[in-house]
């Protein structure tokens, strides 16, 4: 009786382990006793249970990633308050998750850094005249620096708070750099 019951137990961690399915849209990598072996795309998959272990679940679709408040002096000694959102899409699940601890927090960072760069050239006259092509000098900067990371950077918007839509993806397409 015992021994019925273990073997259910155990062929039912089997089947959980080694049977997986992957939604559309995601790409799991598959790590074998740690060591990164091969990546599952979306469908059915049989893996072996206990060697090789889903490394990580990466989300292949577009994310929008909102940035946090960036105060920045212009050149003209004028404080604004920088809101931001970005629009990418992992392009190399294997470099995303490999090559950068943590993606998300990583370009948070990239982002506000080279925003304080953009912005304090400006005084604030030029950075409300010229935010489309901040924002797309911003997208070119950012994408080529995310490259190395597998990340495709696909649209910024940047704003001064005090001017804040309410939502900045209602506005037409073209106060996105493309």
Not at 51 to 80: A, F, I, R, W, Y
Not at 82 to 98: E, N
Request: glycine residues 4%; aromatic residues 12%; proline residues 4%.
């Amino acid at each position: 009786m015992f021994f019925g019951i273990a073997l259910l137990i155990f062929l039912v961690f089997v089947i959980k382990y080694a049977f997986i399915v992957v939604p559309e849209g995601y790409e799991y990598t598959v790590e074998r006793l740690g060591k990164f072996m091969y990546v599952l795309a979306p469908g059915f998959h049989i893996i072996t249970p206990f060697l090789d272990m889903v490394g990580s679940k990466v989300n292949m679709k577009e994310q929008t990633l909102n940035l946090p408040v960036v105060d920045v002096l212009t050149k003209d000694e004028v404080v604004l308050h920088i809101k931001g959102t970005m629009l990418f899409q992992i392009q190399d699940s294997v470099l995303a998750t490999y090559q950068v601890r943590d993606l998300y927090q990583a370009l948070l960072h990239l982002i506000e850094v080279n925003i304080r760069t953009q912005v304090s050239e400006k005084t604030k006259k030029e950075f409300l005249a010229q935010q489309e092509s901040i924002c797309y000098k911003l997208r070119e900067v950012l994408d080529e620096a995310t490259a190395p990371w597998g990340v495709k950077i696909i649209k910024i918007k940047v704003w001064d708070e005090a001017l804040s839509p309410s939502d900045p993806f209602e506005k037409p397409d073209n106060y996105f750099a493309k």
